[in-house]
T-cell receptor
Framework: QKEVEQNSGPLSVPEGAIASLNCTYSDRVSQSFFWYRQYSGKSPELIMSIYSNGDKEDGRFTAQLNKASQYVSLLIRDSQPSDSATYLCAVTSDYKLSFGAGTTVTVRA | SAVISQKPSRDICQRGTSLTIQCQVDSQVTMMFWYRQQPGQSLTLIATANQGSEATYESGFVIDKFPISRPNLTFSTLTVSNMSPEDSSIYLC??????????????FGEGSRLTVL
């Protein structure tokens, strides 16, 4: 499986702040990129997908993709305690998803 | 997205035994996968479950240890054979290729948490 690297964390942010998560990948031909949220004891839940360079916004979440730099990020604006979870970056290669190790985010009330 | 049901949701097993995990989807899907998530770690792909043919295994995983069936487009099983404590993990069924979904999006079942004593 191809390599997907995430900033190790854990990341602690105050409520209302921006949480910034980063991910790099090794397979230059990857075409699809995803962010999953995983609460403790639960299965991963898809929160964002991005396929082309630039920004994609969905509510308080913004994904950014730069294929030339093989870099994808996730911004969580106005962070809430309910955003406390592990965020997994995933990259498609040959129709299979490879996952990063995850970054655990804790939002302090 | 589809409803993906896995069972058992959790089990405690004895060393040397085998356990079969079932995954049922409420609609036909093109692709089904099995992942493992060991404690505190990320997800590792075990294999792609191919409908009507042998599964495609990733490096480090073999059919004798993890036999997989996929008799139709809505159902698959994963067996964990001759279990040891190192097999204690969460096993996740995932699906892709739902009608109307974007490219490559995977959706997961609730997972099956196995503890091997």
């Amino acid at each position: 499986q191809k390599e997907v690297e995430q900033n190790s964390g854990p990341l602690s942010v105050p409520e209302g702040a921006i949480a910034s998560l980063n991910c790099t990948y090794s397979d230059r031909v990857s075409q699809s990129f995803f962010w999953y949220r995983q609460y403790s004891g639960k299965s991963p839940e898809l929160i964002m997908s991005i396929y082309s360079n630039g920004d994609k916004e969905d509510g308080r979440f913004t994904a950014q993709l730069n294929k030339a730099s093989q870099y994808v990020s996730l911004l969580i604006r106005d962070s809430q305690p309910s955003d406390s979870a592990t965020y997994l970056c995933a990259v498609t290669s040959d129709y299979k998803l490879s996952f990063g190790a995850g970054t655990t985010v804790t939002v302090r009330a | 997205s589809a409803v993906i049901s896995q069972k058992p949701s959790r089990d405690i097993c004895q060393r040397g035994t085998s356990l079969t995990i079932q995954c049922q989807v409420d609609s036909q899907v093109t692709m089904m996968f099995w992942y493992r998530q060991q404690p505190g770690q990320s997800l590792t792909l075990i294999a792609t479950a191919n409908q009507g043919s042998e599964a495609t295994y990733e490096s480090g995983f073999v059919i004798d240890k993890f036999p997989i069936s996929r008799p139709n487009l809505t159902f698959s099983t994963l067996t964990v054979s001759n279990m040891s404590p190192e097999d204690s993990s969460i096993y996740l069924c995932s699906v892709a290729g739902l009608a109307g979904e974007g490219t490559g999006e995977l959706f997961f079942g609730e997972g099956s948490r196995l503890t091997v004593l």
